[in-house]
Nanobody, 120 residues
Framework: QVQLVESGGGLVQPGGSLTLSCAASGSIFSINTMGWYRQAPGKQRELVATITSGGSTNYAESVKGRFTISRDNAKKMVYVQMNNLQPEDTAVYYC??????????????WGQGTQVTVSS
C-alpha cells in the first residue's frame, strides 16, 4: 500500500503564492510519474502538472508560467510552487503518483486533497 499526504494549502489573496507538498510512503520500490490535479466545485478533476522520474514536466495551459512542479526522489516528495494565484485557481488540489511496490505490483495512488482558496 502506498499513501500520499498533501500539505501547504490555505487561503491566499489574488496575486499571492503558495507551495504544496506531497509525501509518498509505504512499500515503494520505484515511482514513475508524480503530479498534481485539482477539482473546483461543480467541475471535473483536471490536470495541473506532472513530472516524470527523469524530470520531464507537463503543465496545464492555464498554469504555465505561474506554477512550477518539482520532486525530490530521495525523499519521495513532489512539490508545486504556485505564483500569481487567481480566484479561478480555487480548488481542492490532489497529489498523484504511480510506480511499482516492493512486491513488484503497479500502483497508482491519490492523496486526500488540500484546499486552496484564492480570495480577497
Amino acid at each position: 500500500q502506498v499513501q500520499l499526504v498533501e500539505s501547504g494549502g490555505g487561503l491566499v489573496q489574488p496575486g499571492g503564492s503558495l507551495t504544496l507538498s506531497c509525501a509518498a510512503s509505504g512499500s515503494i520500490f520505484s515511482i514513475n510519474t508524480m503530479g498534481w490535479y485539482r477539482q473546483a466545485p461543480g467541475k471535473q478533476r483536471e490536470l495541473v502538472a506532472t513530472i516524470t522520474s527523469g524530470g520531464s514536466t507537463n503543465y496545464a495551459e492555464s498554469v504555465k508560467g505561474r506554477f512550477t512542479i518539482s520532486r525530490d526522489n530521495a525523499k519521495k516528495m513532489v512539490y508545486v510552487q504556485m505564483n500569481n494565484l487567481q480566484p479561478e485557481d480555487t480548488a481542492v488540489y490532489y497529489c498523484n503518483c504511480n510506480g511499482r511496490t516492493s512486491y513488484n505490483r503497479a500502483f497508482d495512488s491519490w492523496g486526500q486533497g488540500t484546499q486552496v482558496t484564492v480570495s480577497s
